[in-house]
């Protein structure tokens, strides 16, 4: 360990952290978050606070991937502290608003600056059209109705169709009406272009609080569902006994669950990250720390109903996007380990292809990444949405729920294929795997892209 870097004890003030070198900065941020992080959850804030000084003189939202990323994290583990004291917390957040507007403009330039979500229409919206052949009447329920341009797309491909298009009905599910207002409008206008017969129903709801009777599936209509990043936020949804009640809600028994993780492109944060933890980082244990909690246990009961409502609709098809990330383990170590390496390849992404001094790339990292690590790494029970897992498990509780998977098409994936290579960056790829795409950055996994069907 180098000598400008704390080690899991007591740390002391360091003045002369501001001298150090470039090529070493990033490597003594990866030190110093998780030496803080172990401090924080062993409950040690006096030496956490030492350290977020030390952060303090090297990290920046403005800097490069690795001082950004390292700034958004130290910030988290700032708030997991301040929830020990839920007055100031309160006080300190009381006037942070995220106007529509603002929800708006950021799901859009996530939408612009990255091709994840692009090549997941290109891949759901073929999906549905091989499973609705044929079909003259075309139920589409849309679990996050934020975005018109996946739906546009599919009524060009729909008007094109040798029979003539489709009577097509989208019923659209989102917690803003705003949001809903605007998607209605931008559909109804396309679909009157295209001559698509077509009717928009809006639900504004949480996702949790969906009504099932206002989908209002009918007898002759073929169904389609499309989940486009939403399915895990079910999973905070359980037994919440299972949750310590200590105002900091730290695990005494965390700890670091070292995996082999593929190695990402030299020279990137991911790099360093997986270089350092093999290297230079021993996991802290408690005598007295006690188990991982079952995750499965607590949290399946309310995905597995929400499931099974979804099967019970007998769709056709159902496609899933998720992230590809293990995001939801019962320690704050594991899952801060997990997000550094989801978060360090999403950074190097914007690091790669969009300028540093991008307001709306900043907008990105702020507004969307940075609240999703704070999610992660700050919050507990069901404060703590963003419980993002990895394709396998999903694919355990769809068959649990009478979901069978339905392989992607080769000509699917083979669009998929040629709109990523037309993104202009060399850094992105997509690997197959039992059917489904995994949309990665260099080696890491970071979405996946799955269709199922509901078994007879």
Same mark, same amino acid.
């Given at each position: 360990?180098?000598?400008?870097?704390?080690?899991?004890?007591?740390?002391?003030?360091?003045?002369?952290?501001?001298?150090?070198?470039?090529?070493?900065?990033?490597?003594?941020?990866?030190?110093?978050?998780?030496?803080?992080?172990?401090?924080?959850?062993?409950?040690?804030?006096?030496?956490?606070?030492?350290?977020?000084?030390?952060?303090?003189?090297?990290?920046?939202?403005?800097?490069?991937?690795?001082?950004?990323?390292?700034?958004?994290?130290?910030?988290?583990?700032?708030?997991?502290?301040?929830?020990?004291?839920?007055?100031?917390?309160?006080?300190?957040?009381?006037?942070?608003?995220?106007?529509?507007?603002?929800?708006? +403009?950021?799901?859009? +330039?996530?939408?612009?600056?990255?091709?994840?979500?692009? %090549?997941? /229409?290109?891949?759901?919206?073929?999906?549905?059209?091989?499973?609705?052949?044929?079909?003259?009447?075309?139920?589409?329920?849309?679990?996050?109705?934020?975005?018109?341009?996946?739906?546009?797309?599919?009524?060009?491909?729909?008007?094109?169709?040798?029979?003539?298009?489709?009577?097509?009905?989208?019923?659209?599910?989102?917690?803003?009406?705003?949001?809903?207002?605007?998607?209605?409008?931008?559909?109804?206008?396309?679909?009157?272009?295209?001559?698509?017969?077509?009717?928009?129903?809006?639900?504004?709801?949480? +996702?949790?609080?969906?009504?099932?009777?206002?989908?209002? %599936?009918?007898?002759?209509?073929?169904?389609?569902?499309?989940?486009?990043?939403?399915?895990?936020?079910?999973?905070?949804?359980?037994?919440?006994?299972?949750?310590?009640?200590?105002?900091?809600?730290?695990?005494?028994?965390?700890? %670091?669950?070292?995996?082999?993780?593929?190695?990402?492109?030299?020279?990137?944060?991911?790099?360093?990250?997986?270089?350092?933890?093999?290297?230079?980082?021993?996991?802290?244990?408690?005598?007295?720390?006690?188990?991982?909690?079952?995750?499965?246990?607590?949290?399946?009961?309310?995905?597995?109903?929400?499931?099974?409502?979804?099967?019970?609709?007998?769709?056709?098809?159902?496609?899933?996007?998720?992230?590809?990330?293990?995001?939801?383990?019962?320690?704050?170590?594991?899952?801060?380990?997990?997000?550094?390496?989801?978060?360090?390849?999403?950074?190097?992404?914007?690091?790669?292809?969009?300028?540093?001094?991008?307001?709306?790339?900043?907008?990105?990292?702020?507004?969307?990444?940075?609240?999703?690590?704070?999610?992660?790494?700050?919050?507990?029970?069901?404060?703590?949405?963003?419980?993002?897992?990895?394709?396998?498990?999903?694919?355990?509780?769809?068959?649990?729920?009478?979901?069978?998977? %339905?392989?992607?098409?080769? /000509?699917?994936?083979?669009?998929?294929?040629?709109?990523?290579?037309?993104?202009?960056?060399?850094?992105?790829?997509?690997?197959?795997?039992?059917?489904?795409? +995994?949309?990665?950055?260099?080696?890491?996994?970071?979405?996946?892209?799955?269709?199922?069907?509901?078994?007879?």
């Amino acid at each position: 360990m180098m000598s400008f870097s704390p080690s899991l004890g007591s740390p002391q003030p360091q003045p002369l952290l501001r001298q150090v070198k470039f090529e070493e900065r990033g490597l003594c941020l990866i030190h110093l978050l998780l030496s803080c992080a172990n401090h924080v959850a062993n409950g040690n804030i006096e030496n956490a606070n030492i350290i977020f000084e030390q952060i303090s003189m090297l990290a920046s939202p403005a800097g490069d991937a690795m001082q950004r990323i390292a700034a958004y994290f130290s910030e988290a583990l700032a708030d997991r502290i301040l929830k020990s004291w839920p007055g100031i917390h309160k006080a300190l957040n009381s006037t942070r608003m995220t106007m529509v507007s603002e929800e708006i +403009l950021v799901h859009k +330039l996530f939408y612009e600056l990255f091709p994840f979500l692009k %090549v997941a /229409f290109v891949l759901s919206n073929q999906a549905i059209l091989e499973a609705m052949k044929g079909e003259r009447m075309i139920h589409i329920i849309d679990l996050n109705a934020a975005e018109p341009a996946q739906w546009i797309s599919l009524f060009q491909a729909l008007s094109a169709r040798p029979e003539g298009p489709p009577h097509l009905r989208i019923t659209g599910v989102y917690s803003k009406k705003e949001i809903l207002d605007q998607v209605a409008y931008k559909l109804i206008e396309e679909a009157e272009k295209l001559d698509i017969p077509f009717q928009f129903n809006p639900i504004v709801s949480k +996702l949790e609080n969906l009504d099932f009777d206002k989908l209002r %599936v009918k007898t002759g209509e073929a169904l389609a569902i499309s989940s486009i990043l939403q399915l895990h936020s079910f999973l905070a949804f359980g037994n919440e006994a299972m949750w310590r009640k200590s105002p900091l809600l730290l695990n005494s028994g965390d700890r %670091v669950h070292r995996q082999r993780v593929l190695p990402m492109s030299q020279s990137t944060f991911g790099d360093l990250l997986e270089k350092d933890i093999a290297n230079s980082y021993t996991s802290s244990r408690d005598s007295t720390s006690s188990s991982p909690l079952p995750l499965i246990t607590s949290n399946s009961m309310n995905m597995e109903k929400f499931l099974n409502a979804l099967r019970r609709l007998i769709p056709k098809i159902m496609v899933v996007t998720e992230q590809d990330s293990n995001h939801n383990g019962s320690s704050l170590m594991e899952r801060l380990l997990e997000a550094l390496y989801t978060y360090a390849a999403l950074f190097d992404c914007l690091e790669s292809t969009v300028s540093r001094t991008s307001l709306e790339r900043l907008r990105v990292e702020k507004m969307l990444f940075g609240e999703e690590i704070k999610n992660i790494v700050a919050c507990e029970g069901s404060e703590r949405k963003e419980r993002h897992e990895k394709l396998d498990k999903w694919f355990r509780r769809f068959d649990l729920a009478g979901f069978s998977n %339905v392989p992607l098409s080769y /000509f699917g994936m083979m669009q998929a294929s040629r709109f990523l290579q037309s993104s202009g960056c060399e850094g992105y790829r997509m690997r197959e795997e039992n059917g489904c795409v +995994l949309i990665c950055w260099e080696d890491r996994s970071l979405f996946s892209i799955s269709a199922w069907k509901s078994m007879k």
